[in-house]
Nanobody, 120 residues
Framework: QVQLVESGGGLVQAGGSLRLSCAASGRAFSSYVMAWFRQAPGKEREFVGR????????YYADSMKGRFTISRDNAKDTVYLQMNRLEPEDTAVYYCAARMGWNGSKYDYWGQGTQVTVSS
């Protein structure tokens, strides 16, 4: 079992930056591939990107490339999402998720989410 808790969300003006954190507890954090998703009001959940066990490999949705960066610190059991040049369309609840394997569609553990609101 892994428990995930996101933090760092808030209100930011368009063009600004935020860094989200996801702290994990439970089983060995470095055993998990970590991912970020987001869900805007009235829309389906959207994949943002994922990072491998050691933090030296990432994969992003095409629409997220260039502005969003995922990193992790296994010593702190934490994964981060750095978001730059934010746009109102980035307004959503952001979730982190964990699974054992790099490929696949299912994530086994989810956080409760953190709200990000970008004002124009």
């Amino acid at each position: 079992q892994v428990q995930l808790v996101e933090s760092g969300g808030g209100l930011v003006q368009a063009g600004g930056s935020l860094r989200l954190s996801c702290a994990a507890s439970g089983r060995a954090f470095s055993s998990y591939v970590m991912a970020w998703f987001r869900q805007a009001p009235g829309k389906e959940r959207e994949f943002v990107g994922r990072i491998n066990w050691h933090g030296d490999g990432t994969y992003y949705a095409d629409s997220m490339k260039g502005r969003f960066t995922i990193s992790r610190d296994n010593a702190k059991d934490t994964v981060y999402l750095q978001m730059n040049r934010l746009e109102p369309e980035d307004t959503a609840v952001y979730y982190c998720a964990a699974r054992m394997g790099w490929n696949g569609s299912k994530y086994d553990y989810w956080g409760q989410g953190t709200q990000v609101t970008v004002s124009s």
